[in-house]
């Protein structure tokens, strides 16, 4: 049976260390700050929204929220996001995405501060993962595989990895913060021939293909470590992964549920990108 990596220890741990790094800051008279920038009423914005505030407020981190309509214009969206992006006492800034106009999308993507964009949306912040330099910081859910192998101090360096899906959310940034611990990775993505057996010949398996259950029994083998980045809704309407779990969980060694794995360290990350944002400013 493998070892089950739940995200809730792992978030705990975190949320410990930014608790006093949030009170340490306010002695400075700094109140670390999260704008939120939401179009629309999107159930999957509205249910991140909810949890990402309520991990800010667990640690201390003050959430200021911006609304607008789905049917909003390309003029006001911008006129919202420059108020948001000029402002000295916001230090992170979320834009919930993707966007109802991939022109607001653009425009959010090249205009947003790289010292605020704590959800690495920007040009800046992407070089940054993959240079290793620059201001930014890398997407939440890539930053939060990295916290669970280092939480279960799973072995990367020299180690072989798949990751399965090419993103710039997910895929790419995973691929590189692991090639920067020193793994050997290969990206498989739909154009891929043999990409289970590159994943049976992997120790690290990350899944990242936006497709549920699409990793199954075929990819697994002894000693790995899977961890599943995925959140889907199957035809019966149950929430599972990229990953099959059933399927997966008796072969390998170590495995991420969905829910309560990635998912549940995704914005305790978010939080500290905010404590660091805030953290620069003295």
């Known amino acids: 049976m ?3 990596l739940k995200g809730a220890p792992v978030a705990a741990a975190l949320s410990n260390e930014l608790i006093e790094r949030a009170q340490t800051l306010r002695t400075q008279g700094v109140v670390p700050t999260l704008a939120i920038l939401r179009v629309g009423e999107q159930p999957d914005d509205l249910a991140y ?3 990402a505030m309520k991990r800010c407020a667990r640690v201390g981190v003050a959430v200021e ?3 607008l309509p789905a049917d909003c214009t390309r003029d006001r969206f911008l006129n919202t996001f420059l108020h948001i992006n000029i402002r000295p006492e916001i230090h992170g800034f979320l834009v919930l ?5 991939p022109v607001m999308e653009e425009a959010a993507c090249e205009l947003i501060k790289a010292e605020k964009d704590v959800d690495g949306m920007s040009h800046a912040s992407l070089a940054r993962v993959f240079s290793g330099y620059g201001p930014g910081y890398p997407p939440c859910t890539a930053q939060a595989v990295m916290e669970i192998l280092d939480y279960y101090r799973v072995p990367l360096s020299g180690r072989r990895a798949a990751v399965l899906g090419r993103s710039l959310v997910a895929g790419r940034p995973i691929a590189m913060m692991l090639m920067n611990r ?3 990775v290969t990206i498989c993505h739909s154009r891929t021939e043999e990409s289970d057996a590159i994943c049976r010949a992997a120790e690290i398996v990350v899944a990242a293909s936006g497709r549920a259950r699409a990793l199954d029994g075929r990819y697994a083998a002894p000693g790995q470590t899977v961890v599943d980045v995925g959140i889907n809704v199957d035809a019966d309407g149950v929430l599972c992964g990229d990953v099959d779990f059933a399927a997966v969980e008796p072969t390998v ?3 991420t ?4 794995g990635v998912g549940a360290v995704t914005t305790t990350v978010l939080a500290k990108h905010v404590i ?3 953290e620069k400013t003295l």
């Open 2 to 4: 493998a070892l089950i």
């Open 49 to 51: 929204e909810r949890g």
């Open 65 to 67: 929220q911006f609304v």
């Open 97 to 101: 995405r993707p966007l109802p106009d």
């Open 182 to 184: 020193d793994a050997t």
């Open 253 to 255: 060694d170590a495995i």
């Open 257 to 260: 549920p969905v829910p309560g």
């Open 276 to 278: 660091e944002a805030a």
